[in-house]
């Protein structure tokens, strides 16, 4: 997800799942459909159910359930289920991306690094690996360091590394260089989809809030899952104290 615009896959993705349980109970299509719900239709109970349902059958969709969990505010349950998932399967990437999320969320961010640094060993070349060093660094205040991360993860075009490098050159005050990226993705977003989510992350590290809201309400509409877990994701830490950060959370509330 956020690579791709969300109404050309998601539709698709739950028909053919769908289809596969009219066939009779399956781990997987019950996993698919979970997904669905909580990163497409922001529907959090029946994401759980499902879920729920898919585990009676398979592990797989333990460690994003646990994922929901914690965007749930059920941390102490969240950190259960990750618990098992990477005994489950300890070298999975996607568990162990799931376990930096999970930290992530919870706002343990020493934790969050700690992690993100291990797995990095296990996965130099991992583009979602750089992204995730990349916005924690800079959430840690270790923005220099940020930027390397952020600069392999946009130049292995992570849907999400540009906009961390706009957010760290920002940061940096390398406003015209991070300007010029900005540009370079409205650009691109008139031919082809850009989440967003991330434009509206990369308006506000430039100080256009206006501009940034404007971009979330638009995430909202087209599904971005990247908004799927705004309410207790760090990276919009730094658009809370605006009024309307609040009335924007319940359209994505959990």
Do not use: C
Request: charged share 25%; net charge negative; proline share 4%.
């Amino acid at each position: 997800y956020g690579m791709a615009r969300p109404s050309d896959v998601f539709p698709k993705a739950k028909a053919v799942a769908n289809q596969v349980l009219e066939q009779g109970p399956d781990a997987f299509a019950l996993y698919v459909l979970g997904l669905a719900a909580f990163l497409y239709d922001f529907e959090p109970r029946q994401a759980r159910r499902l879920f729920e349902e898919s585990l009676q059958l398979s592990g797989r969709a333990r460690a994003l359930y646990a994922t929901l969990l914690v965007v749930a505010g059920e941390e102490a349950r969240a950190f259960e289920e990750m618990a098992v998932a990477l005994t489950e399967d300890p070298f999975d990437a996607n568990t162990r991306q799931q376990h930096v999320d999970l930290f992530w969320y919870a706002h343990r961010i020493d934790e969050a690094l700690a992690e993100a640094r291990r797995l990095q060993e296990l996965f130099p070349e991992s583009s979602t690996v750089h992204f995730h060093l990349a916005k924690i660094l800079l959430h840690a205040g270790q923005a220099e360091e940020a930027l390397q991360w952020a600069q392999r993860s946009a130049a292995a075009r992570h849907p999400s590394g540009t906009a961390s490098l706009v957010e760290i050159l920002a940061s940096l005050g390398r406003t015209q260089e991070a300007r010029v990226i900005l540009d370079a993705a409205l650009t691109r977003s008139e031919t082809a989809w850009v989440s967003p989510a991330n434009l509206a992350r990369m308006h506000f590290a430039l100080g256009e809030t206006d501009r940034a809201f404007a971009l979330l309400d638009r995430a909202v509409a087209e599904r971005d899952a990247l908004v799927a877990g705004f309410a207790k994701d760090p990276m919009y830490d730094p658009m809370r104290s605006d009024p309307r950060f609040e009335a924007f959370a319940r359209h994505v509330a959990y």
